[in-house]
């Protein structure tokens, strides 16, 4: 039986040489031959907790609505309590006013899907400097903005990327689902298809206006383009919902990274990278430097992960540690992610020193640290035979 956390000494991996450690001895597919898997799939009941994840849940139930310091993350990171519905989990601190806002829809009767998309609003109007029209421009000084969409029941998604001028990205995003055939809408077309759905936008009379915002915005002082990701430049918001009938849905809205070349689009609005929902299993979203993302289809790896039994946190770590061990940077990727289950259990993590997130249930709302992830962080627990 191989264990995904062995060691596989000296084996050569893709960003080390043999007899050389590398950041995670990730089995390769000829490892695999004939060998089991050592995760088992996801049994239809609610899995047991273990006595220490019954005892950090249990903490945090105690908690109530107060906030967990949220700086750097840590090697073991609480978990919620499990099984709550509805749940909503998103990226950063500000996420949780848009689980709260999430939340008051559903508990009105609203439907995942303007949960969804009303909480992710409150970051797209909060002046975030990198969501939404406050958001980072790019090398020419104009704000492109990316985001998705994704519903679980129906395995249905929509999205668009270099969207310009559109107060809501999320809403264009919701409507190329509802009402296309198509999944994805980029630049041009999707601000015309954005302005013929009647979305709010810089100005929705005056086309002359818009482009004297433009011009505004181009001359305003030019980032210099730079691919480095750091707190200042990615601050997306993908936030995921387990409804209280225990469908999933998940969103995703960003500028992406300030000073990005026109037209570039990072992982936040491809379905898989920054978003990814199945309704069997869980969601999972990403916020980070997009290209460490979207190369390894993030999220989906998450999700896998948890199809395969492992709960939202170690998912989160294990994909971090496959792209680590498999890029040439390392762990030096900058990259964080957020999940939830079916079964109502939800965690982070991220690289360096981890990232907060935001998890919202009925009785509370929480803003806590993720598991940071590197090269001395010690072998998942799923590393172990479950
Ligand atoms: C991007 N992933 O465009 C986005 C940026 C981001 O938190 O996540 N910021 O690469």
């Known amino acids: 039986m191989l264990a995904w956390g062995a060691s596989d000494a000296g084996a050569a991996g893709p960003s080390g040489e043999a007899g ?62 499990t099984g709550e519905r509805p749940l909503i989990v998103s990226t950063w601190d500000f996420g949780r006013a848009a689980n ?26 909060a002046g975030n ?80 206006r818009y482009e004297a915002w433009r011009q505004k915005r181009a001359a305003a002082k030019r980032p210099a383009p730079s691919p480095a990701a750091n707190r200042k430049n990615h601050d997306t918001i993908a936030l995921l919902v387990l409804a209280p009938d225990g469908n999933l849905a998940g969103g995703c809205s960003t500028s992406g990274l300030r000073g990005k070349l026109p037209g570039r689009v990072g992982d936040s609005p491809i379905i898989g990278s920054g978003l990814y929902v199945d309704n069997d299993v869980g969601a999972a979203g990403a916020t980070g430097l997009g290209e460490n ?31 680590a061990y498999q890029d040439p940077k390392g762990f030096d990727l900058s990259i964080n992610f957020v999940a939830l289950d079916k079964h109502g259990r939800s965690g982070a993590a991220g690289t360096g020193a981890g990232f907060p997130f935001a998890v919202t249930t009925r009785t509370r709302s929480l803003v806590l640290p993720s598991l940071a992830v590197g090269p001395r962080t010690p072998a998942a627990g799923g590393a172990k035979r479950r």
């Not at 806002?101 to 009303?118: C, F, I, N, S, Y």
């Not at 170690?314 to 994909?319: M, Q, Y």
Request: proline fraction near 7%; hydrophobic fraction near 40%.
């Open 20 to 81: 050389k450690t590398s950041p995670r001895p990730w089995p390769r597919q000829e490892d695999l031959a004939g060998k089991k898997f050592a995760f088992k799939l996801i049994a239809p009941k609610a899995m047991k907790l273990s006595r220490r994840q019954f005892v950090a849940s249990t903490a945090l139930a105690v908690a109530g609505t107060t906030a967990l310091p949220a700086g750097r993350g840590a090697e073991r990171a609480p978990r919620t309590k």
């Open 100 to 125: 709260d806002a999430a939340l008051q829809v559903l508990l009105a009767g609203g439907t995942m899907l303007d949960a969804v998309e009303q909480g992710i609003w409150v970051t797209e109007s």
């Open 129 to 208: 400097p990198s969501v939404g029209l406050s958001g980072g421009p790019n090398a020419a000084g104009v704000v492109q903005l990316d985001a998705c969409i994704m519903s679980g029941p129906g395995h249905r998604a929509g999205s668009v990327a270099a969207l310009e001028g559109i107060r809501h990205p999320i809403s264009a995003a919701r409507r190329v689902m509802e009402k296309t055939p198509h999944v994805m809408l980029v630049g041009e077309g999707a601000r015309m298809f954005a302005l013929e759905e009647g979305l709010e936008s810089v100005d929705p009379h005056s086309e002359e």
């Open 293 to 323: 993302i979207m190369r390894y289809c993030g999220s989906f790896l998450v999700v896998e992960f948890m199809r395969r039994g492992l709960p939202p946190d170690e998912a989160c770590r294990e994909t971090i540690r496959r792209i």
